[in-house]
């Protein structure tokens, strides 16, 4: 019987080599690079007439020129080198990204070509008669003018005319472009006409300037030179819009204009913008009578900033050019700039801190020669990064006007009226005048992260730096979404803001927005280091469609850098009863706040929020949110997505528990903790106890499920009549699972130890039979002792005690050679014990401080290895090998901050996994920071001269430097490969999940594991898997495993059934039996499928030979015999020696045929 495998359709993924390759800043670039690419014929011809004289030979020096010594440039060069990049490896990708990310020559040419193009259309606009602002027939039926009209009706005239004139503006001739997404700004000058000196009043401005949008895109769109167009507006601003052009072809995707309208130079005096000045009246927005004839309304300091910005693009153009010429670095800094801000989503939308601004922002520091003109990209980038982190523009604004207008307003009415403070060369706009402080804190975060981690050599700081995307679902630890935007109108109804909403144009979603964060701010207090918020996107919408409305936005995203000293505190205290702070406090909490008496004897103000376990306790900044936002902005709690603790129910404890397990894993280190204590304390041992260390991962707070004492029925079990121990019953369900967890106990060193390896067993016999004779004597527990160990009840929990030598591994690897010699020769026994009395213990004593300092360690870690277990690689990447990898996250989480909740830690592993250059990179572990840069140096350069002999996942520790024991046995090439792909497409899928509130909350997605590419699924018995409550999803059981309600004994006790797990022992066997047939995989946290692979070598036909019959059928070819595997027999013996586990084989034949 023979097997042929039929081709199968791998999945969609890619490579190694193009995960590696691909950079935010190549995207888009394929074409240009195909096409600059020379064509076959021309490096046929080029070869043909290559010639002997073309061949470059090396050039001859004398001695004089060859011990030359450096001129001043190079030493310049050198040094240059040496003090501002840690190596010149740096430097270098800091020069190849800015190749990559300017506009080469060909791209230079395309936006010429169209720019001409479009000039000359221009041109062509037809004139209209003069009809009332509010009449729009002159408009044909496919154009729709980019405008909401709140109110409809306004004063004044319009008529279409040709533009005044058309010109380049922004960072395209400035030369700051930047790919991969290209755009040039088109400056179109309306004609005077068109105009009245007081359409600064009532948004007449604004839609005069809509309305020559919809006259330009009804004029261009029949032309065959254009090839798409959109509208857009300016960072969100829906009172500045914009018209997107595109070129025909194949080019669309690779360039985009905007068409910005702007008043004629000089029509508007700036003094009309005034941020005090009133441009909008309150009687015509309602539409109710005036109180009085003259009244004027609050000031409109965004109303005025947003046309102030349409009067001055000429003007700064102009500034930066002369900036920009006497600096040459100027461009390529801001091109710096521009990339840093992309890769941290803060450069497009509402309040951004644009590329425009980022150029303003070099600019300052160099014309207030806080840089000196002659420095490098590099260093203007690193004081324009140190200036932002240490100058807080919400207090201490900055101004780029050097003699200012005496009516242009103050630096301090500037901060009277807007949030962050950047005032132009004109003295009279702000350029951050839409910006929120919390945008400028996060900023500001940012810059003093991306400063502490610049001059570490520990880290690679040009890709952290430049080269990793930082979006919010990654780098916050909780985010919650208010969707259903239209309720913001009653928001803004509650908080009396009027004057602010005719101030933003009638967009209650800005108008609210900073009320909010400053809400919530109040709120969470100390509970968080930072409250950020996403950034708007600019709408697009096609030429022949209404502008969408501003309920239509996305969901606004909040992001929280959770402080994990106060964030899970149930108690918010205020101030004494009696202070007059308490009014304040009481009306900040409403009903919430309460009297309350503390321990101190002081009576104070306090709220007192909901949670027991620690997951609820992680969530009461959802409580605080949902409570302020329904008493201050009339927000329902329905209109509130919170994504914090969506994976809890992935590894909570029970079915009807509320906790996830840390109550669970405190109790059982508390428990061992106190037999520690009465081992040490033991007396009448032969040798005394040197040290006891724990080395399980449920000691060190990272078992995915932590054992949880059971009060066992005993009638359930059959019993040893010689030991007491209960057994299993052969006729009932599998009983409970209860693990053992290990303890090394080391014993004192002395000259009675023997030195053969044999006589040491012994010894450690006697010494497990004397520990179990003295702890039941003297603490009353009930023991069970073996050569190789003793087992101790207590507290409902298996205590596994070994008692370790510490020469036994050197014993082990001693041997005497032919000559009679004593050498010493490493084996696997001696690694292995190594591993199980030293590596171990060492790692979880390790691993439990660190869960000291980060509380959301273990959980990450939980969560970590409960993904790898369902997506079946627990077998390849084994506990302590994922225990690491989240460590590293925590130990050196650059570019984020370390993770202060398990979600944003669980996403930035699955990150880890399906970005990390494996096979060019060691991971680095540093513990304690006991690793320092030259240890970094020595790591990395072993790796690269051994890289062939080591693991493809290598994981060096400060305790193993070179050869990475942890992943020695896995995973391999092909599963790591694996690996990464799934991880790439669960992180894609989560991320997309926690942040659309379209799509099902059902994380549980990512952890089913696909399996149609398996071979043979081997389905088992539900009865007969002892942890299927643990399975990802569980199925309602009717059986009982052997437990009644109540708690279990602290001491005394039968022995219940230990580590009895029917899927381990099965497992096993086939691997034994089959595993050079077949891989196997299974979840081991009630995993009820095992799914089988066949190997492709093993089913390659081999010479007849009687003993390599194994599981083998004979085929005769003429006068030869082969043997192949017997598949027939071999899925029949799959549910033979599985009995009453295997439910039945499946046979999956569309992949291979018998």
Known sequence: MTMKRKAKKLPASKSAEEV??????????????????????????????????????????????????????????????????????????????????????????????????????LQNVPQTREVELNDHSWISEGVKVPFLWVPKTTKGKFHMAPPASVSLVGSYPLGTCTKPSVSVDLSVIMPPAVLHPKDVLNQRYPRKRALYLAGLAQHLRSSPEIGTLRYSCLHGNRLRPLLLLTPPGKDSNSLTVKIHVYPPPGFFKPSLFHPKRNNVRTHWYTGLEAPQPDAVGPPTPHYNSSLLGDVLPK?????LSAISAQCSAFGEAVALLKVWLRQRQLDRGAGCFSGFVGSMLVAYLLSSHRVSNSMTAYQLLRNSLHFLA??????????????????????HEFHSTFQVVFVDPSGYLNLCADMTANTYKQVQNEASLSLQFWDDPTVDGFQALLMTPKPLIRTCDHVFQLHGLVKLQASCKKLNLLGELMDHGGDYVLTALPFILSLLQLGLGKRIHLLTHSLTADPEWSVDSEPPKHKDQTPLSFGLLLNPEHSSSVLERGPPADSPEAAEFRQLWGPRAELRR????????AVLW??????????????????????????????????????????????????TGEEESLKVVQSFDDLSRKLWQLEDLPLSITSVQAAHPALRYTQVFPPVPQKLDYSFFEQDKQSRALVPHKDKPCPVFIPPLQVICHMEGSGKWPHERLAIRHVKAAFHIRLGELLRKQHMYTCSTTPTHVDVYKDGLIFRIQVAYHREPQVLRESIGPDGLLRYRDNEEAQALEMETLHRPYLTSTLHGLQQQHPSFGVTCRLAKRWLAAQL??????????????????????????????????LRFLHLLSSFDWKNCPLVVNFNSQLTASDYVEIKNNFIASRESLPVMFIATPKDKKVSIWTKQGPSVQMLQRLIVVASESLRVLEAQLLDPSQNQDVRVALRPPLDMYDVLIHLNPKYVPLLDQAVDPPHITFSRGTVPGSAPSTRGLLPVIDFNPVSLYLAELRDAFGHLALFFCDPYGGTVIAVLWKPQAFKAQPFKTSQMSARCVEVSGDEAHSLPNVEAILEDFRIMGDALVRKVEPRMENWVV
């Open 20 to 121: 590696e390759n691909s950079d935010p800043s190549s995207h888009g670039e394929e074409e240009e690079d195909e096409e600059e690419l020379p064509t076959p014929s021309k490096a046929t011809k080029t070869e043909d007439h290559a010639s002997e004289e073309s061949v470059p030979r090396p050039q001859k020096l004398s001695k004089g020129e060859l011990y030359k010594p450096p001129t001043a440039e190079e030493l310049h060069q050198l040094k240059e080198a040496e003090s501002l990049f840690h190596c010149n490896l740096l430097k270098m990708q800091m020069e190849e990204l800015l190749k990559e990310v300017v506009l080469s020559e060909r791209r230079k040419r395309l936006v010429d070509s169209f720019i001409m193009k479009i000039k000359a259309l």
């Open 390 to 411: 240490s100058t807080d523009l919400t207090k201490n604004g900055i101004t780029l006007a050097k003699n200012p207008d005496s009516k242009a307003p103050t630096l």
């Open 315 to 319: 003007a700064h153009l102009q500034f």
């Open 598 to 605: 503390f321990q101190d004897g002081a009576i104070t103000e």
């Open 610 to 659: 909901g949670g027991s376990s620690a997951c609820q306790k992680r969530l009461v900044p959802r409580e605080i949110i949902t409570h302020l936002l329904q008493l201050h902005a009339d927000i329902p709690e329905s209109c509130v997505r919170y994504v914090g603790g969506l994976f809890d129910d992935v590894i909570k404890i029970g079915r009807r528990s509320c906790s």
């Open 873 to 906: 690689f627990s077998d390849e990447v084994d506990e302590d090998a994922a225990d690491l990898l989240v460590a590293s996250l925590f130990l050196q989480p650059v570019p984020f901050t370390p993770p202060s909740s398990p979600q944003v830690g669980f």
